[in-house]
């Protein structure tokens, strides 16, 4: 952009590089990507406001961990961040039909809290 166009990029064309890039390699593995990397995925995601990627990263953690309350609640905050608050109730009603739970236990500085 900078030498063809005397364009300098701003950080949604980054986005949009990091979102293709990230779709290339997942694509283009000799093998299926694991949790770990759909969720490293998810969470750039939740940081730039992907909502297309997003959903498909969090649908594809819903199939490795169903259980797994994490990516529900970054796919309820990606669609919350752009106000598509049916997209968020019907994460909601996901959570209640798979039966995910997230642990109200806790640590503080005071020690453990929660049952």
Request: with cysteine; aromatic share 12%; proline share 3%.
């Amino acid at each position: 952009m900078t030498l063809d166009y005397d364009l300098v990029p701003e950080i949604n064309q980054y986005a949009c590089l990091i979102d293709l890039y990230a779709r290339r390699v997942i694509t283009e593995m000799s093998f299926d990507a694991n949790a770990v990397m759909w969720s490293s995925i998810l969470s750039c995601c939740k940081e730039y406001g992907n909502v297309e990627l997003g959903r498909e990263a969090a649908y594809k953690l819903f199939e490795l961990e169903l259980h797994s309350p994490v990516p529900y609640l970054i796919l309820a905050d990606i669609y919350a961040s752009v106000d598509l608050w049916n997209e968020v109730q019907n994460v909601r009603m996901l959570i209640n039909e798979n039966g995910v739970r997230k642990s109200l236990a806790g640590w503080s500085k005071l020690g453990y809290v929660g049952g």
